[in-house]
């Protein structure tokens, strides 16, 4: 009995964590973290020395963010220079402020615009900034470099040893516990399924929630198994159909369970749709290039609102104005528009602010006692990396957790420093958003039909492409439909959120999107089962279709 309740709480404790990448990323951050302060303890390092390398270990954890042990090496190696280039260049700026504050916002429009070559430009982006954001909160000087290399060096030499020696991970094993994490949350859907019919359509909402979470897992697979290196397995079409398949049949059991009138008539509002919006949506409509491109627009508006902070912060506080810096690139990761900014700005200053009293209540409970503080620092950046990322206001609690532990450790803590974070945070997300504004801005409902433009495209092309008898069913056009979906609810989130003033155009925008999730689950359910009669399908690539001038 004991041991099968033990067995069900893994198995609840892995689907809430699919793939245990999370967990994954939390023990690595943390064992490589204090195998680099060992290592440098036992060398007999200076502080600023500790500080660059535990530092550095942190955000070798952070800034990796492929799923595939083998690209991970090579972000790694990648990843070394670019840290070592970057804390150079502001330890040899440092002298001379303007020359300093220019190279920066160089930097940030460099990083920034490395997110259109994918995951890799992304996370070596990261490196760069993080490195120079370390030259100036360490006031690293130019005759420290030599000894700060040796720093960079253990902590990438400790990242490496955590990651593939000590918490290794491989392929399979990463798409096993996905699997196993997909077939939990599809047995949860499920069970909930039952309960809402026996109960007379009570539980409606944690269906609902099972339903997500299932989609989510679904997509997780999905993406691992498009980025797969060869051979992974035998015949990974087969597994990606199989998720689909099975995905979409539980989508459409959960619909016609909740809305069955709704499913009940989809497919013909579909068809009806998709045909109103084929003429007038033209290939490439959607996503322009040149100076529009999304990177390049992004890169702008991310170095206007960092000069803004720079300009800001230095009046503000002129030895901690890089605070506000920080914020102003935050506030724009895996932002699309100007109400992206806006609710990451929200959260950004929500967790800062919930997380200064935590912080402070560590360092006064570790006041005089090292050990205990680092031990509570370990304890904060383990929570920064198995916090959910839809949790970001939780993420930047952690994050100010560990800054008072740092500043806790460096005899430098205050409550006038962290009243001081608290207003370089409001400055930065203040710069942010008067950027996004005024910079080549794209609003919310700007994004949304864009969003929704392609969503209706591919739906269009997957109805014309129905599968026929003995023909492949178009799995890679299902994952462009859940891949499209996902997009429109991103877009939505701002004009859903509560304190959108407009109550009208929440439930617009909510009866919209509910019937656009119910048409898009009942026809990939139907396509992917060839319940629609076959047509010619004499239209390029969904993916040509949709991405085609795509800088992201």
Not at 5 to 27: C, H, N, Y
Not at 460 to 471: E, F, S, T, Y
Not at 534 to 541: A, K, Y
Request: aromatic fraction near 8%.
């Amino acid at each position: 009995m004991v041991a099968a309740k033990t067995v069900s709480l893994w198995e609840r404790f892995a689907a809430a964590d699919p793939g245990l990448l999370r967990l994954t990323a939390g023990l690595r951050a943390i064992l490589g973290l204090a195998l680099t302060l060992a290592t440098l303890t036992v060398l007999d390092q200076p502080s600023v020395v500790l500080l660059t390398g535990g530092f550095t270990a942190v955000v070798t954890s952070l800034a990796i963010s492929d799923p595939h042990p083998r690209n991970q090496f090579r972000t790694l190696l990648a990843g070394a220079p670019v840290t070592l280039a970057a804390l150079t260049a502001g330890g040899l700026l440092a002298p001379f402020p303007f020359a300093s504050h220019l190279a920066f916002l160089l930097l940030i429009f460099a990083a920034v615009y490395a997110r259109r070559f994918g995951r890799r430009g992304l996370d070596l982006g990261i490196f760069a900034f993080m490195a120079y954001f370390l030259s100036q909160f360490a006031r690293i000087q130019p005759h420290q470099l030599p000894q700060l290399t040796g720093a960079l060096t253990v902590a990438f030499a400790a990242a490496a040893v955590t990651r593939f020696c000590l918490v290794p991970t491989t392929s399979y094993g990463i798409l096993r516990r996905l699997r196993a994490a997909f077939d939990r949350r599809l047995r949860d859907a499920r069970q909930a399924m039952s309960e809402v019919l026996a109960d007379g359509g009570a539980g409606v909402g944690r269906l609902e929630r099972r339903l997500d979470r299932l989609h989510t897992s679904a997509l997780l697979l999905q993406e691992f198994l498009y980025e797969a290196p060869e051979g992974l397995l035998r015949d990974t079409t087969a597994e990606l159909d199989r998720t689909a398949h099975a995905d979409a049949t539980a989508q459409r059991l959960g619909l016609l369970a909740i809305r069955a009138s709704t499913a009940s008539s989809a497919n013909t509002e579909t068809g009806d749709l998709a045909e109103r919006y084929r003429v007038a949506l033209r290939p490439g409509a959607t996503q322009p290039s040149g100076p529009w491109r999304h990177t390049t627009r992004q890169a702008f508006q991310v170095t206007a609102a960092a000069a803004l902070a720079v300009l800001g912060g230095q009046l503000v506080s002129p030895h901690l104005w890089y605070w506000a810096v920080v914020t102003a690139w935050v506030v724009f990761i895996n932002a699309e528009h100007t109400g992206d900014v806006l609710l990451q700005s929200g959260r950004r200053l929500i967790g800062t602010i919930a997380g200064v009293p935590f912080g402070y209540g560590l360092a006064v409970l570790a006041d005089g006692h090292t050990t205990l503080a680092l031990a509570f620092l370990l304890a904060c950046v383990f929570g920064m990396f198995y916090t959910p990322s839809g949790s970001y206001w939780a993420v930047t609690f952690f994050i100010t957790g560990s800054l008072s532990m740092v500043l806790a450790v460096l005899r430098t803590l205050s409550p006038e420093l962290l009243v001081l974070r608290v207003q370089e945070t409001v400055l930065g997300a203040g710069c942010g958003i008067l950027a996004a504004v005024l910079i080549v801005p794209t609003t919310v409902r700007t994004a949304a039909d864009m969003r929704l433009r392609e969503l209706l495209l591919v739906l269009d092309h997957l109805m014309r492409c129905a599968p026929q008898a003995g023909v492949p069913k178009p799995v890679l056009d299902a994952h462009d439909l859940d891949q499209a979906l996902e997009a429109f609810r991103k877009a939505c989130r701002p004009l859903l959120h509560p304190l959108n003033p407009g109550r009208a155009e929440r439930a617009r925008v909510r009866r919209v999107l509910d019937r656009v999730e119910a048409m898009s689950f009942h026809a990939r359910s139907r396509t992917s089962q060839g319940l629609l009669p076959p047509q010619p399908c004499t239209r390029r690539s969904t993916s040509a279709v949709c991405h085609q001038g795509d800088g992201r």
